[in-house]
């Protein structure tokens, strides 16, 4: 368990304390979720659980970190309450600075609109300016590479154009920091090289990141920082080469213990 | 660079403001992203423009046809001789028209953007406020319809009264807009009141004196069921316009302004509600 880092004062991301709590009754579509959540507090009930728990970081300007663990650990239930998408059931999230998250791609496309209007009521919807929007728009439909089917409806768009777009939209701004969830292999080859090039230039440029992956080598190679996050709680934190070996040595503790377990799990709604 | 508007060091907290500070919060929010509102609006405009063959001139056909349809049904099939009946209910199914577009929009407008509501942070009063105001254009172009129809087929119904419409419709736009907040924040939750929506705004379209009045069908009608009906805003309103409309006279101030108090109040506590709820909408959907 790790306390408050006491870093210096140029930080821009202040964890403290931080918990986020879902309440299983208000969601329906939980058998994921609530799977998890019996899996990892059998015992107590069924009506909530904590995603996070007593989570507490501080990001230095200049730091990469990267957050890592098994799946429904709490790592992209992290990134939105970084981005102030989820509000903390307990503690506090300080950001310094604009806060750009690439969290999944495709995102809330209207399918009627044609794609530039949709990078328009995108651009609208992260609160960018309109004129600097206006501006940067041919530059994001020449790295979409859509060709003419920009002034088409987003319904007659292949799955990997709406991917290039969500993808060109998203990484339109400069922000201070980057979130990113895992956005990493997206459409054919040739873009995932580009847009491998992209999100570098973007870490590089960004005063500070938080990259949620798997791709262990994506955490060896860019971050200078990791955590490791299992059930909601931060159970490591420091460099990337050691967190990465200590989460995979409770990966493979964890898929040994895991089947017996898994057969007891009671059906979900 | 694409700057942001937000503030730049931003304090996130499960603190909870005080009831006025999330009214103030809420209004704030509508007045500093207009331009997304704006926008929403525009496209909900081009959707019903762009995918049909007559494109804009729907909105003033639609009313019109609608208006036919319910002529044809009351004064052939129920035989009712109202006199003008197409102007008599023109004064209310355009209105009507706007309250159940903007009711049905505004329920699914938050529930709809679920995806981009866990992408991205923004204020989701935007998203029912946009759907009322979309509807609203509607409503300004079934006035046009309803304006074509005076003038080509009943002149001698035009008066002054009809420069009125904008207030008795100022009322309206207020209680639609308190009813579209609780909608659209409850249908997050409960996602069987669109099912439901549908049915209720149909009894409520049939409780109100849109294709009737009590002055035309029923005069003989209880004073008490007469007091009754009063009790739905719409009762009110509707027989605001049709007395603009129809019958060339000043509307119930009185009465119109009562329910303007409570559509206000009905609105802060919608906002309240609203906003109360959002910090559980990223969760949910």
């Known amino acids: ?269 | 660079m694409a700057t942001r508007l937000e503030a730049r060091t931003s304090v996130i907290t499960s603190r909870i403001s005080g009831p006025l500070q999330l009214v103030i919060e809420a209004v704030g929010e509508i007045r500093s992203r207009h331009r997304l509102i704006r926008y929403l609006v525009g496209a909900d405009l081009r959707r019903t423009a762009t995918n049909t063959a007559l494109g804009k001139v729907w909105w003033v056909l639609d009313p019109l046809m609608y208006m036919a349809v319910f002529t044809v049904l009351v004064t052939v099939i129920f035989g009712r001789a109202t006199p003008d009946y197409p102007i008599f209910i023109f004064a209310g199914i355009v209105p009507w028209k706007w309250f159940a577009t903007a009711v049905e929009d505004a329920l699914g407008s938050v529930a709809g953007r679920n995806k981009l509501i866990k992408q991205v942070q923004f204020p989701k009063v935007v998203l029912p406020s946009a759907a009322v105001l979309a509807a609203t254009y509607n409503f300004a172009f079934g006035l046009l319809a309803m304006a074509l129809l005076l003038i080509v087929a009943y002149p001698h119904r035009v008066s002054v009264y009809l420069a009125l419409i904008p207030v008795v419709a100022t009322v309206q736009l207020v209680l639609t807009f308190a009813v579209c907040l609780v909608g659209a924040a409850l249908n997050v939750f409960f996602r069987d009141l669109r099912l439901v929506s549908g049915h209720a705004l149909r009894l409520w379209f049939y409780l109100s004196p849109v294709l009737w009045s009590f002055e035309e069908h029923f005069q003989n009608a209880p004073p008490t069921l007469v007091s009754a009906a009063s009790f739905n805003p719409f009762y009110t309103i509707m027989s605001g316009y049709r007395d603009l409309v129809y019958y060339g006279r000043p509307p119930d101030f009185v009465a119109l302004a009562v329910i303007l108090g409570a559509s206000l109040l009905a609105a802060v506590l919608g906002l309240l509600f609203f906003k109360w709820l959002e910090p559980a909408f990223a969760k949910v959907l």
């Open chain 1, 1 to 269: 368990m790790t306390g408050i880092a006491d870093g210096p004062d140029d930080w821009v991301i202040d964890v403290q304390d931080l918990g986020v709590q879902y309440d299983l009754r208000l969601t329906r579509k939980t058998t994921l979720r609530g799977s998890f959540a019996r899996l990892l507090h059998h015992g107590q009930g069924d009506r909530t659980f904590w995603a996070l728990r007593d989570v507490a970081f501080r990001l230095v300007r200049g730091e990469s970190l990267a957050v890592i663990g098994p799946n429904g650990a709490g790592k992209s239930t992290l990134l939105l309450a970084l981005a102030g998408i989820i509000r903390p059931s307990q503690g506090r999230v300080t950001v310094r600075g604009d806060v750009s998250a690439l969290l999944t791609l495709g995102p809330g496309f209207d399918d009627e609109l044609s794609g530039r209007d949709n990078i328009l009521l995108a651009g609208a919807f992260m609160g960018l300016d309109h004129g600097e929007m206006k501006d940067r728009i041919d530059e994001i439909i020449a790295f979409a590479d859509i060709g003419q089917f920009i002034d088409a409806p987003i319904k007659t768009y292949s799955a990997g154009m709406k991917t290039r777009l969500g993808f060109s939209i998203a990484t339109a701004v400069d922000p201070d920091i980057l979130l990113l969830d895992e956005v990493l292999a997206s459409g054919d080859e040739a873009f995932r090289v580009k847009s491998k090039a992209r999100i570098l230039e973007i870490v590089r440029a960004a005063k500070a990141v938080v990259l949620v992956t798997h791709d262990m080598n994506w955490v060896r190679e860019f971050c200078n920082r990791a955590i490791l996050l299992e059930g909601g709680h931060v159970v490591a934190e420091g460099e990337p080469i050691e967190i990465v070996g200590i989460h995979q040595a409770h990966s493979e503790r964890v898929s040994v213990q895991k089947q017996p377990e898994a057969s007891r799990l009671p059906a979900v709604t």
